[in-house]
């Protein structure tokens, strides 16, 4: 939408011809910027409840700071993920962003520029093993940036299940549960059995050869006899923490209406 279709639809809820929800319903298709290689979608904040995100492979260092740049000139917060620390060096070399950071772990490269409410609900992201911790790391960064309160329980895999236990009483308080697993990726299956609330599981490449860069994994969440159990694709810790902050974000709105 150009800036004069914005201005009359300002001026149409202004003198009573439209009403603010279907204003809102108006600017929830609207715009996108087109850099030439990538259409910006800047509304994805209207209708989601979150920006876009820069899945950076595949695109070039200048393409990656031209597609940040376009979000970050919008106020919002903004998040690129799988970036390379060479990708943040050029980045940082430029001064436009000064409050970006790269979170070395999770390949992401961050900026916060608005303050979010943070969800009165804790997310937990739980991994198998310490290997696994890089695509937890990933879903935390994400659902953070997205208003989210997490806590990261590490390396509590099937190999040793007595180290889960003292963190069932916690989990079972979770609304939504974040569970990454590589090798055979039974974790997923365990805290199904034990927990109320849908877990979403996240197989991880990580194992020797015949897990087959995750597939074992994969497989095992999708076969898994518990119920409740979601799963996304082999080290999607960004998918998983996007539905997990959706989830809860539902639940918090239920509760808010609640309370009044």
Do not use: W
Request: net charge negative; with cysteine; hydrophobic share 45%.
């Amino acid at each position: 939408m150009q800036t004069e279709q914005i201005q009359k639809l300002l001026e149409q809820v202004k003198n009573g011809q439209l009403e603010i929800d279907q204003a809102l319903e108006k600017l929830r298709h609207l715009p996108f910027e087109d850099l030439g290689f990538a259409c910006v979608d800047h509304h994805r904040q209207i209708r989601r409840g979150f920006p876009e995100v820069i899945y950076c492979p595949g695109k070039t260092t200048e393409q990656i700071i031209e597609i940040f740049g376009s979000l970050a000139e919008r106020g919002n917060n903004v998040l690129a993920t799988r970036a390379e620390q060479h990708v943040f060096d050029a980045m940082a070399s430029t001064n436009r962003f000064p409050n970006a950071r790269y979170e070395k772990l999770a390949r992401a490269i961050v900026l916060e520029q608005k303050e979010l409410t943070k969800s009165k609900s804790l997310l937990p992201i739980v991994t198998a093993g310490t290997s696994d911790i890089p695509v937890a790391a990933e879903a935390q960064v994400t659902a953070e940036i997205m208003g989210q309160r997490t806590e990261l329980i590490c390396d509590v895999g099937v190999a040793g299940l007595h180290r889960l236990f003292k963190h069932v009483p916690k989990l079972q308080q979770a609304n939504v549960i974040i569970v990454v697993a590589g090798m055979e990726g039974a974790l997923a299956s365990v805290l199904g059995g034990l927990v109320s609330c849908p877990v979403i599981a996240v197989p991880t490449s990580i194992g020797y050869g015949a897990s087959f860069h995750g597939l074992s994994a994969l497989l095992t969440m999708l076969n898994s006899c518990a119920s409740g159990i979601s799963v996304v694709n082999i080290d999607n810790g960004f998918s998983a923490a996007v539905t997990a902050t959706l989830i809860n974000r539902k639940i918090d709105a239920a509760l808010d209406m609640k309370s009044d």
